[in-house]
């Protein structure tokens, strides 16, 4: 009896782990999301939605998408 307790738990375990990473729980699961690219480049850098609020990892450089600006701080141009 205690065998078949111990399979049907893990059994149970293993199933909610599949259908929670491959999102058959409403929302849930892992999402992997691209990072949005704009057609703006600092010092070859491209500017994406995962580096903009800090561009070259300085802190000098950041872009805001919805408002279009480009701020430099303590930068020589």
Do not use: E, P
């Not at 990473?21 to 600092?42: C, E, M, P």
């Amino acid at each position: 009896m205690k065998r078949f307790l111990t399979r049907t738990v893990s059994f149970i375990t293993a199933f909610a782990v599949a259908f929670a990473l491959t999102g058959l729980f409403g929302q849930g699961g892992i999402k992997a999301s691209a990072a949005t690219s704009y057609d703006l480049f600092v010092a070859d850098i491209r500017v994406t939605s995962s580096n903009c609020g800090d561009i070259l990892g300085n802190g000098a450089v950041s872009y805001n998408d919805s408002t279009k600006t480009l701020t430099f701080k303590r930068a020589s141009v």
